[in-house]
């Protein structure tokens, strides 16, 4: 089983659509989790760290289940600018906490 | 504005050549990673340095060394390149603390052939 896995997607919305996206990691001692943003032919981005609180960034959501070891970003009103692939990356907090596991990553298109 | 520059952005070598891949940061940052993102398999982390001098194996080493004798600049060396390292290489710096976030540079794609 991989350490971070995701839907696999690719996601097609249309522009103003709400979409969701879940993320699932295997080590129950992971300390911290992030959504990063890549676009095509780019490097990844932060787009939001995850708290266990859950945290809302404009149109963006987080939220972290530790229980279920879940993690899931939501994203309401999508813009074409949103297009991208998302994705989930979970600090396992080994080899002097510096262990960030990436998953494969869901692409997403908004469609006007 | 925090910046992460990688020496190139393609390169093409031949199998067995020795490749130096470049990585400097300007934001002081202690940690430094060099990862390979491949299709359907996402960004692997193959080696990351917490200081100077430093080292640390990640996921994937094998095939790969590196060398961080300044704190800005962290080096990955293909010591005899192979088809199967062809591949988009990534290096991202961070500060000391698990919770702060990584920051990427532009990235080299290699092709070994």
């Known amino acids: 089983r991989k350490e971070v896995e995701q839907d696999p997607g690719p996601f097609n919305v249309p522009e103003g659509a709400t979409v969701a996206f879940n993320c699932t990691y295997s080590?129950?001692?992971?300390?911290?989790f992030f959504w990063y943003r890549q676009d095509c032919r780019k490097e990844p981005k932060l787009l939001m760290s995850?708290?266990?609180s859950g945290n809302e960034d404009g149109r963006f959501t987080a939220q972290l289940n530790r229980a279920s070891q879940y993690i899931s970003l939501l994203i309401r009103d999508s813009k074409l600018s949103d297009s991208a692939t998302y994705l989930c990356?979970?600090?396992?907090?080994?080899?002097?906490?510096?262990?960030?596991?990436f998953g494969p990553g869901t692409r997403l298109s908004v469609l006007p | 504005d925090v910046k992460v520059t990688q020496s190139s952005r393609y390169l093409v070598k031949r199998t067995g050549e020795k490749v130096f891949l470049e990585c400097v940061q300007d934001?002081?940052?202690?940690?430094m990673f060099w990862y390979r993102q491949d299709p359907g398999l996402g960004l692997r982390l193959i080696y990351f340095?917490?200081?100077?001098?430093?080292?640390e194996k990640g996921d994937i080493p094998e095939g790969y060394s590196v060398s961080r004798e300044k704190k800005e600049r962290f080096s990955l060396i293909l010591e005899s390149a192979s088809t199967n390292q062809t591949s988009m290489y990534l290096c991202?710096?961070?500060?000391?603390?698990?919770?702060?976030?990584?920051?990427f540079g532009p990235g080299t794609r290699l092709t070994v052939l």
């Open positions: 340095s917490y200081d100077v001098k430093m080292k």
């Open positions: 934001m002081d940052h202690e940690n």
């Open positions: 990356v979970v600090n396992i907090g080994d080899n002097y906490g510096q262990n960030f596991v």
């Open positions: 080590n129950s001692a992971s300390q911290s």
């Open positions: 995850v708290y266990s």
């Open positions: 991202a710096s961070s500060l000391l603390n698990s919770y702060n976030e990584q920051f």
